[in-house]
């Protein structure tokens, strides 16, 4: 395979000529990656990273999946503009049942070794955490983007934010790091289980299709390069999109399940039930919205109490799934057809 297909779409690879010494070796490595437990799902972008783990288990190295049940108490900053709510010891432990099958859609479980970080970080004395906090400056962790950005607006930081780099670095020796680029979602944002522009791993297949179908033409190039590692083929960007639906499906659930899915996307979304030109509607603002106040203003639906009841009859599809839930996260609705009733239909536009 080589280094090459290890290093994969890596952001970075370092320090310099680091994993070449390493491979050096010859023998097994242990390619570690740690993953906070603060929602039940994995998604399709953190599943980024597990398919360079992948490709080291496929060359013989060993997996360690670490997964943060320690970490997610304090929550990881990066790209957050407010500090993370703070999880019950209760909901990282269900969540951490959870990530192990998920993981295994992508990794290959004889190779792969599963820790918790709560092994060591939970023994580290009040001393040891002073000493560890000696070995970095303020000025050095205010450097981070996210630090920086909210830092200059005067938002809030607080002092376990600041130590959780710290003890994400905590170890032996000095490692290898290899990055991965963060995957964007048809909202324009960062894919995210909190945010819920996601996709998670062990989803519904019709699910995974028809949000892998929201995903904007421009962005295609990278869901290809990133979650298929292919280039985008030429020709309709459509073909395309139902291509990489079908991967992601198939991945998961397995063949059938995915040309199950396609035939579900194209029954209810593409065929008969929905109209070839769908008007495009503008999201208000607002986050979640409220989604009979939707129908009312952009569907037509004479007012709120017809738009509730309709949507307790079953009424009212998102791509073509039946919706329930009287709020909606903003995310969710992007780039979606909305569906009321067999005739009104509305495409809202990515914000």
């Known amino acids: 395979m080589g280094l090459p297909e290890l290093t994969r779409n890596a952001v970075h690879v370092l320090p310099e000529g680091g994993l070449e010494e390493k491979l050096k070796l010859d023998r097994p490595l242990r390619v570690k990656l740690g993953i906070d437990v603060t929602s039940p799902d994995i998604h399709i972008g953190r599943g980024i990273p597990l398919q360079r783990m992948r490709a080291f288990q496929d060359e013989g190295h060993t997996g360690v999946l670490i997964v943060g049940?320690?970490?997610?108490?304090?929550?990881?900053?990066?790209?957050?503009?407010?500090?993370?709510?703070?999880?019950?010891?209760?909901?990282?432990e269900q969540n951490a049942k959870t990530y192990l099958?998920?993981?295994?859609v992508i990794l290959d479980p004889e190779r792969t070794e599963v820790r918790y970080n709560g092994?060591?970080?939970?023994?580290?004395?009040?001393?040891?955490?002073?000493?560890?906090?000696?070995?970095?400056?303020?000025?050095?962790?205010?450097?981070r983007d996210d630090f920086a950005k909210r830092y200059t607006t005067g938002e809030p930081i607080s002092v376990s934010e600041l130590l959780y780099p710290l003890m994400e670095a905590y170890g032996l020796e000095p490692q290898?790091?290899?990055?991965?680029?963060?995957?964007v979602s048809w909202d324009g944002e960062k894919m995210s289980s909190s945010v819920g522009n996601?996709?998670?791993?062990?989803?519904?297949?019709?699910?995974?299709?028809?949000?892998t179908m929201r995903v904007p033409d421009e962005l295609l190039p990278?869901?290809?390069?990133?979650?298929?590692?292919?280039?985008?083929?030429?020709?309709?960007?459509?073909h395309a999109k139902l291509e990489l639906a079908r991967f992601i499906v198939s991945r998961s659930w397995g063949e059938e399940a995915a040309r199950e899915a396609e035939d579900h996307f194209t029954r209810v979304v593409r065929e008969g039930q929905a109209p070839e030109e769908i008007p495009e509607?503008?999201?208000?603002?607002?986050?979640?919205?409220?989604?009979?106040?939707?129908?009312?203003?952009?569907?037509?639906?004479g007012s709120t109490s017809e738009a509730r009841r309709l949507i307790s009859q079953g009424g009212v599809r998102l791509d073509g799934e039946v919706v329930t839930d009287l709020d909606l996260p903003r995310s969710r609705l992007a780039g979606?057809?909305?569906?009321?009733?067999?005739r009104r239909f509305a495409r809202f536009q990515p914000a």
């Open 69 to 92: 049940d320690y970490t997610t108490r304090i929550g990881d900053p990066s790209g957050r503009s407010a500090e993370r709510p703070v999880l019950s010891d209760e909901e990282i």
């Open 101 to 104: 099958d998920q993981a295994m």
């Open 119 to 143: 092994e060591w970080l939970s023994k580290l004395s009040y001393a040891e955490v002073v000493r560890l906090a000696r070995t970095i400056t303020v000025a050095r962790m205010l450097e």
């Open 176 to 183: 290898v790091a290899l990055t991965t680029p963060l995957l």
């Open 198 to 211: 996601n996709i998670p791993l062990t989803a519904p297949p019709e699910e995974m299709f028809g949000r």
């Open 222 to 238: 990278e869901w290809y390069g990133l979650v298929w590692e292919r280039e985008l083929p030429e020709g309709d960007p459509m």
């Open 281 to 301: 509607a503008p999201l208000p603002d607002g986050d979640p919205l409220h989604l009979p106040a939707l129908l009312v203003d952009q569907l037509g639906l």
């Open 336 to 342: 979606a057809v909305l569906q009321a009733g067999k």
